[in-house]
């Protein structure tokens, strides 16, 4: 008789935690977030790749950050590799002109193939092709769970995006097939706070995954060109 009612109080007690559990609208959530990230004026947000690897101008990207001012002007450091030896790049893009600085050197205008050859972050934030546009536009949207991050509560969504949606937002993540992705979106604010891909965008095609955590949310930034 004991045990039988431990089993019904334990089944009770599941029961009424399974009922505490948010019901969330997945699609709703991207919506929400879209628009929020569509408003911002500045951002920040630091970008490391987990898995796989992807290379530009000779040089293995390993992550980035980067503080930007909407709708085009940023101002990146970028972490690379070439060989053993890792090396920061900093890169200015502000009015349309893009200016590399390499450790020991002056900064350099990059123009025509070259400046297109930089990963532009700015770009994921852009309302028409940038995160804005394409996170409400995914497929097969699911709630995973909200959780903390950076000490905010975020909603985790787990959704599928084609490789010319990626593409579109960074032409540096470039695959052939479609990419898995995790949005963690702000429950108060709407914000992404944070957002990781999977897909077959690394060199020659293969896996790779990369983590872009966002923050410091229209604060104010100094983006210049450099004195000449």
């Not at 977030?33 to 992807?54: Q, Y």
């Not at 980035?64 to 070439?82: E, G, H, I, M, N």
């Not at 293969?206 to 450099?226: R, Y």
């Amino acid at each position: 008789m004991t045990r039988k009612l431990v089993a019904v109080l334990a089944l009770a007690l599941m029961a009424s935690c399974g009922g505490n559990q948010p019901t969330v609208d997945a699609a709703k959530t991207l919506r929400d977030a879209a628009v929020a990230m569509a408003k911002l004026t500045t951002v920040s947000a630091t970008l490391k790749f987990t898995k796989g690897a992807i290379t530009f101008q000779g040089f293995t990207l390993v992550g980035a950050k980067t503080a930007v001012r909407l709708p085009a002007d940023s101002d990146t450091t970028y972490t690379v590799k070439q060989g053993d030896i890792s090396i920061g790049l900093e890169v200015i893009i502000v009015g349309g002109h893009v200016y590399l600085h390499v450790p020991f050197s002056t900064y350099q205008e990059l123009k025509g193939a070259d400046a297109v050859a930089i990963p532009d972050l700015a770009k994921l934030f852009d309302p028409a092709k940038g995160l804005p546009a394409v996170i409400p536009a995914g497929r097969n949207p699911k709630y995973v769970i909200t959780e903390k991050v950076d000490g905010v509560d975020a909603q985790k969504i787990g959704v599928t995006y084609s490789a010319d949606q990626v593409k579109g937002m960074l032409a540096q993540l470039s695959s052939t097939v479609d990419v898995n992705a995790q949005v963690w979106v702000g429950v108060s604010d709407h914000l992404i706070r944070k957002a990781i891909l999977e897909g077959a965008f690394g060199d020659g095609g293969k896996d790779a995954a990369v983590e872009v955590d966002m923050s410091g949310f229209n604060a104010a930034v100094n983006i210049a060109p450099p004195s000449p």
